[in-house]
């Protein structure tokens, strides 16, 4: 949300570049091997992995909550999303390499880079780092040939024309004679600000990750209300005074097909309002203030969907200076401890279809085989996992139901080699099965292939 304070704490942005020259952090000294297993955890079926991304506004870093950093950082490690979106992240501070230690203590490992006001913290290594505008981007992979692209953006606080008919002023959050409703004025004020030409950087950026087939994700704190909430149904709740307002930051991104991870999910603006704002900060102490305006926004590229959404944080929200707790259907993961900020996350669960030319393979030089002749089977766009590995079964044989039993004949590791070759030999005849694991384990991520060995 917009702070008085923000303009003495983020006095100066980082410059704008296109390519990052820091190292990446949490790299240097992790030899683990936990961001890879993960990449098998969030594999739900062959063809589809799963991943989450958690937004949050840390208010100055949790400097305005007492022992807020280590709230911070209890809340990301309890929750452990895939990757977090942050606001208000201060400048100079090594905010990003102190928050990586402080989760490693915890055994949680995220990489990341030093950036301010905003940035990304993911599980993933990072493959590619830039800052423009108002927001830091990377690129990972969860899935060998499946880059996301996760945006973290922090839009400009000055002329919240939400105040507007709630009887205060968009800038100075001083109380006005008389509210204004006007849907006009309320744009009119509401375009003046710098959103409008924010939003459309991040349009224009995303438009590289969009062409190159990247799964596309912006986590923000837009300090701007969504259109999808200040409806006609709406209208006489929350202070509107009958104002229905088409905002535009929500509507641009709209038109450019992103969707509202959290409005997919619960289109009933009524019963679902998924409040963001304001957690325990008022501005406006003689108003109902209560707007969403914390997103999680996705690129609708036909392969990526929705699989869960909820609100981070305390059930209470501020309404007239008073913290009361809200009645709506939503969804709560609330604090494990004090709540940090002014604001409420949205945390969003996403599955994803894998590319069809990067889905693991596996192939046979032949279906048939005499006994012990060599039996060469040929991966592709495998798991980068070292423990990843091919097995031969007897068909009838159910992989990791009574292992100690229902055992594999040959099996072998792939070493984290997304491409190779195994060699087995078979001295028993019969009809058998190729198949691939991730994990040390039994979750396959290739679809098995079929062959007999005969005398």
């Avoid at 410059?15 to 952090?25: A, I, N, P, V």
């Avoid at 209890?74 to 201060?90: C, H, K, Q």
């Avoid at 039996?375 to 292992?403: C, E, F, H, L, V």
Wanted: glycine share 6%; net charge neutral.
């Amino acid at each position: 949300m917009k702070n008085k304070l923000c303009t003495a704490f983020y006095a100066i942005l980082m410059l704008c570049f296109t390519s990052c020259t820091d190292s990446e952090l949490g790299s240097a000294s992790s030899s683990n091997t936990e961001d890879t297993s993960n990449a098998g955890n969030r594999q739900t079926s062959i063809g589809e992995y799963s991943f989450s991304i958690m937004q949050l506004n840390i208010w100055l870093e949790g400097t305005k909550v007492p022992n807020g950093y280590d709230a911070i950082v209890n809340e990301i490690a309890a929750r452990e999303p895939d990757f977090v979106t942050l606001s208000e992240v201060g400048t100079n501070t090594n905010f990003n390499t102190r928050i990586l230690a402080s989760l490693k203590q915890k055994g949680k490992i995220y990489y990341s880079f030093n950036s301010n006001d905003t940035t990304v913290l993911s599980k993933y290594p990072i493959k590619e780092y830039s800052k423009f505008s108002r927001y830091d981007r990377i690129v990972t992979e969860i899935i060998a040939g499946n880059e996301i692209a996760v945006y973290s953006g922090h839009l400009h606080y000055k002329n919240y024309a939400a105040y507007y008919p709630r009887g205060y002023d968009p800038n100075t959050f001083t109380k006005l004679s008389t509210p204004i409703t006007d849907p006009v004025t309320i744009l009119q004020e509401n375009d003046a600000s710098n959103r409008p030409r924010e939003i459309q950087d991040f349009i224009t950026t995303s438009k590289n990750d969009i062409a190159s087939g990247r799964t596309v994700i912006l986590g923000g704190d837009f300090n701007e209300p969504s259109y999808l909430d200040w409806t006609n149904a709406a209208k006489n709740l929350y202070d509107h005074r009958g104002a229905v307002v088409p905002w535009s930051t929500t509507a641009t991104l709209s038109k450019a097909n992103f969707k509202d991870s959290y409005r997919v999910l619960y289109p009933n603006e009524i019963d679902y309002p998924g409040f963001t704002w304001p957690a325990q900060a008022s501005w406006t102490p003689s108003s109902d203030e209560r707007d969403r305006i914390d997103y999680i926004f996705y690129y609708d590229d036909s392969r990526t969907t929705v699989k869960d959404s909820y609100i981070v944080g305390p059930k209470n929200t501020v309404v007239k200076n008073i913290s009361i707790p809200e009645t709506s259907k939503d969804k709560f993961s609330e604090p494990v401890g004090a709540w940090p900020t002014d604001h409420k996350g949205v945390l969003t669960v996403f599955t994803a279809k894998i590319k069809d030319t990067a889905l693991p393979k596996i192939t046979l030089n032949n279906t048939s085989y005499k006994l012990n002749e060599d039996i060469n089977i040929t991966y592709t766009n495998g798991s980068t996992d070292p423990k990843a590995w091919i097995g031969i079964y007897k068909q009838g044989i159910i992989p990791g139901q009574n292992p100690s039993v229902n055992y594999s004949t040959k099996w072998g590791y792939t070493n984290g080699q997304t491409n190779g070759t195994l060699n087995f030999k078979l001295s028993t005849p019969g009809n058998y099965f190729v198949a691939y694991f991730k994990d040390n384990g039994y979750n396959e991520i290739a679809q098995r292939v079929y062959f007999t060995s005969n005398n």
